[in-house]
């Protein structure tokens, strides 16, 4: 995968997005878009995720202020400045900036002037993103920390409430991890937590899937838009991932080598619920499996039949 910036131009004619191509070619990474429904595409599947929208004004006419809200509060694009292509007309151009957009380019296009107000940009979101990786990253583990599951959690919550889409959370935890670090020394606990935490992020593959520390020797994994039978075959994959680490722990009574405890749950979210309903979910299906033995998966929670359990 290219470490170029992602710029997605969205425009009109193939002459316009191949005037931006030529500009911008030895800078970027680029993705075209030819008409709406291949931009709505980016805020139902997105492959990637982009740095900059190259938006031409007229392939959303008076939907831009409704597309720049769900494209700002979308996980995977809300960090994406969208830049408009538009006629030389004060009035259209104060509109989209009050829309939300980063900047306004008048057509014809001045290339230089274009050039440099991307580039400014692109600069920008790209000390946006050094900033980001320091503040969401775990120093130990190099994955997600628990602020960015926090954060991201409540978008696919509420994403999934707008949309009526399902969200999956998996709870893991390395079984016996004190045994271990007692036994190892905390230099090799330390080395096992980053050999488990990459292991699930290498496991977990969707774009839109996250795998964060929770805390201590605890793993959160966020699976948007799942289907309820698919949580157990992933569980499963974890598990067996994890074992294929191979990671020697004389001190654990259930193998002898590290394994993990998985608490499943999966919802529907309703339009009143919080999405601390599903973490407490996934924390006592933990517990379950922990109980049950560990080395193993719990039943997926459903908070459907939850719902009903609790209405009778």
């Not at 959303?60 to 509060?73: A, H, K, P, V, Y």
């Not at 057509?107 to 580039?119: D, G, N, Q, T, V």
């Not at 560990?294 to 459903?302: A, G, I």
Request: proline share 4%; glycine share 6%.
């Amino acid at each position: 995968m290219s470490s170029q910036p992602l710029v997605i131009i969205a425009a009109e004619t193939l002459a316009l997005q191949a005037q931006l191509g030529d500009l911008l070619a030895a800078e970027v990474s680029i993705s075209g878009v030819i008409n709406r429904a291949q931009l709505y595409d980016w805020l139902d599947e997105p492959s990637q995720t982009p740095d900059l929208l190259i938006l031409e004004q007229g392939l959303l006419n008076e939907e831009l202020g409704t597309f720049c809200r769900r494209w700002q509060s979308h996980p995977q694009t809300r960090h994406c400045d969208i830049l408009v292509l538009g006629a030389a007309d004060d009035r259209l151009e104060t509109e989209a900036l009050m829309a939300g957009v980063a900047d306004y380019l008048r057509k014809p296009l001045s290339p230089l002037l274009a050039l440099a107000r991307i580039k400014k940009q692109l600069a920008h979101r790209a000390q946006c993103k050094r900033l980001e990786a320091l503040s969401v990253t775990d120093g130990l583990t190099q994955i997600a920390n628990r602020r960015y599951l926090d954060e991201f959690l409540g978008a696919e919550w509420r994403r999934a409430q707008r949309e009526g889409g399902n969200i999956g959370l998996m709870m893991v935890d390395i079984d016996h991890f004190k045994r271990f670090n007692d036994h190892y020394g905390h230099p090799q606990g330390d080395r096992c937590l980053i050999l488990v935490a990459q292991c699930l992020a290498k496991t977990v593959q969707r774009p839109r899937d996250l795998v964060a520390r929770y805390g201590g020797e605890e793993f959160a994994l966020v699976l948007p838009s799942i289907h309820f039978e698919g949580m157990a075959v992933v569980a499963q994959r974890l598990q067996e991932a994890i074992a294929g680490l191979a990671i020697a722990h004389a001190a654990s009574p259930v193998s002898p080598c590290v394994t993990v405890s998985i608490g499943l749950a999966w919802c529907e979210p309703q339009a009143d619920e919080r999405y601390e309903l599903l973490l407490t979910a996934a924390d006592e299906a933990l517990y379950a499996a922990k109980s049950a033995g560990r080395n193993q998966c719990s039943e997926t929670v459903n908070l459907a039949l939850v719902r009903q359990l609790l209405e009778h």
